[in-house]
């Protein structure tokens, strides 16, 4: 196990070395510098971005460093699609890899949270363990917060998303489905006794209610033809309570992602659906609160972006 540096003068000798091996790894040509910062996970780029511009450029603008915030996610249905990690899980787990700090309808901070084995090994989104160690900041340092949702470049192994064209006036979120929710009286919690409804939005920001019914029909325009070869993409919200006795659905809607969407619209897109709900819950959006973006192919052809919400017993906060 290493010392800890107690005095001011060891403290200083550390800083010197390691400003002496950045200026090293510096007078490395490009290409070396780029293959060595491809080997660092996202919470090291997000350090090593802020080190100088230069390798703020590299880590931003190449290829194979942004291949590396892209992974595949959690699956149940076979087709492998890369996701950017701030909206996906990793390794095989459902757990998020990184965590958006929120106040109202705004995006305030990020958190990552991973964790250190004795070898001083990294093993990510692992909540809850022994060793655990929390990386978090401001939204407005985060450049991959702009960045594409799917990978902008070809990969290996095409991204099996249906893109809609640039040119396309689609709104990113159509084809939106609420759900009517009894706050009071529900054993289940609120989610348990509930109607839904499709809606848009008109250009005032008001809902305009194409179709109502029962939990369980739909509408014949909403049922989509769905591919083994092809996914469409959806976005949730999925609620649950701190305790964990319940949890459920309150929205949903089609994506019509384009190429170029970046993670940053599509989580704005969906905190400013969400707000208004969540107010019908008597929940205060106002507090600041964490939520999470969970991608996952959650059925044959379909790609679903679960943002996930927890609230106290009492309805009235978010944790």
């Known amino acids: 196990m290493q010392a800890s ?21 510096l007078a490395l040509p490009v290409e070396l510098q780029s293959q060595i910062l491809s080997y660092l996970p996202i919470e090291d780029q997000i350090s090593a971005a802020k080190i100088c511009s230069f390798w703020r450029d590299i880590i931003l603008n190449s290829n194979a460093i942004k291949l590396t915030r892209y992974v595949y996610g959690y699956t149940f249905a076979g087709l492998l699609i890369r996701c950017h990690v701030l909206a996906t899980t990793l390794g095989g787990y459902v757990t998020p890899a990184f965590r958006f700090m929120v106040q109202g309808r705004v995006v305030t901070g990020f958190q990552y949270t991973y964790e250190v084995s004795h070898e001083e090994t990294r ?6 363990g022994p060793n655990e160690k929390v990386l978090s900041g401001d939204i407005a340092e985060f450049p991959f917060f702009d960045e594409p949702l799917f990978p902008p470049f070809p990969t290996v192994i095409p991204t099996p998303v249906r893109f809609i064209d640039d040119e396309d ?10 759900l009517f929710v009894t706050h009071e009286g529900s054993e289940g919690g609120p989610l348990q006794n509930c109607d839904c409804y499709y809606y848009e939005t008109g250009e005032d920001g008001k809902e305009i209610i194409t179709w109502a019914g029962t939990l369980g029909s739909e509408p014949p325009w909403a049922v ?14 999925e609620i649950k309570s701190s305790g964990n006795e319940w949890s459920g659905s309150a929205w949903e809607a089609r994506v019509n992602p384009r190429r170029r969407t970046t993670v940053r619209e599509i989580v704005e897109a969906v905190i400013s659906e969400a707000e208004p709900i ?18 996952l192919q959650s059925d044959i052809g379909k790609w679903t972006l679960e943002v996930g919400y927890t609230i106290d017993l009492d309805g009235d906060s978010l944790v």
């Open 5 to 25: 540096l107690s005095n001011p003068a060891e403290k200083r000798g550390s800083e010197s070395a390691r400003s002496a091996t950045t200026s090293l790894i």
């Open 123 to 128: 093993v990510r989104m692992r909540y809850g």
């Open 278 to 295: 969540l107010r019908k819950l008597k929940v205060k959006t106002e507090i600041p609160h964490l939520i999470s973006f969970t991608g």
């Open 169 to 178: 006036e689609t709104p990113l979120l159509t084809k939106k489905k609420q």
């Open 224 to 237: 989509e033809s769905l591919s083994e070869q092809e996914c469409i993409v959806t976005a949730a919200l």
